[in-house]
């Protein structure tokens, strides 16, 4: 499966279709929940009318996190199989889930003010998830200058097989340190939040999911297309 | 204290993250697949 779609032409065939068909189903759940989250539930006894901000964060922080695992996937996929297009994937993924790490930590921000008093604290999920950001950009940076200098993608590849190391630090940060981020809320088998106050997520997360699905099609479409280019203007030059 | 502005300027990030992302991503995949096509148009 993974071999029949690593093919450009077959790609580019199922992803024509797919990129409106993804981007578009996730703005109306994203909207949807949104709407839902701001309108629909009850304000937290605690946190009040400010835990509504949980329903674009959760998914932010996923999506921040579930993109470096998918990045070091396709890393990891070229470093074995030496495919471009895993390669162009892992690319791909990288401004999109630096967006969705940077929008968990100004989200966070914005909620620490009212709930804590402090719009940041050096914690261990809070610094983890800024270094988490910190290693998107750098890998930004580092795919850029590979591509620039007619590297063969392994350095990156490297980086982002590495770079999962943040994975567990930031997942266990609650657990191993003492800090002022509260403990695992959602996690693979239940919720220790009232289902009254948790469904907007079930929309919000998987349309912000497949609108990062569209956005890395249309980035990957663009970097076959430039290859595309690059070679043609090297077969005309040539002649 | 009032929470209702900080709720919308989480909003309001996310809005403008996620719409600028996809919005510049849009606009990169357009240009690269016409420059594409306009090679490949020619003799």
Not at chain 1, 193 to 218: C, E, K, R, Y
Request: proline share 5%.
């Amino acid at each position: 499966m993974i071999h029949a779609l690593a093919n450009p032409a077959r790609f580019l065939k199922l992803a024509r279709p797919l990129t409106p068909a993804l981007f578009w189903a996730g703005v109306a759940l994203a909207l949807f929940g949104a709407w839902a989250g701001l309108t629909r539930t009850p304000p937290d006894y605690l946190q009040k009318e400010s835990v509504r901000i949980l329903y674009v964060h959760v998914p932010a922080a996923m999506l921040g996190m579930g993109g470096w695992a998918a990045l070091a996937a396709a890393s990891l996929g070229y470093l074995i199989w030496r495919h471009p297009l895993a390669s162009i994937a892992a690319r791909a993924i990288a401004p999109a889930g630096a967006v969705f790490a940077g929008l968990c930590l100004v989200t966070g921000s914005i909620w620490g003010r009212p709930t804590w008093g402090t719009w940041w604290e050096w914690d261990g999920r809070l610094t983890s998830m800024l270094l988490l950001f910190f290693v998107y950009i750098a890998y930004v940076a580092l795919a850029r200058a590979d591509a620039d200098r007619g590297g063969d993608g392994r350095v990156p590849a490297l980086f982002g097989v590495a770079g999962t190391v943040l994975l567990p630090i930031i997942r266990y940060s609650v657990v191993w340190w003492n800090t002022l981020h509260q403990g695992q809320s959602i996690g693979l088998t239940g919720s220790s939040i009232d289902d009254s106050m948790l469904w907007p997520l079930f929309f919000t997360l998987p349309g912000l999911a497949l609108i990062f699905a569209g956005v890395v099609l249309m980035r990957m479409r663009a970097m076959l297309a430039q290859q595309k280019v690059e070679a043609r203007l090297k077969r005309m030059a040539a002649q | 204290m009032n929470h209702w502005p900080f709720i919308l300027a989480a909003y309001g990030a996310t809005l403008v993250g996620v719409g600028g992302l996809a919005l510049a991503s849009w606009r990169e995949m357009r240009r690269a697949e016409a420059a594409a096509d306009s090679l490949k148009r020619r003799p």
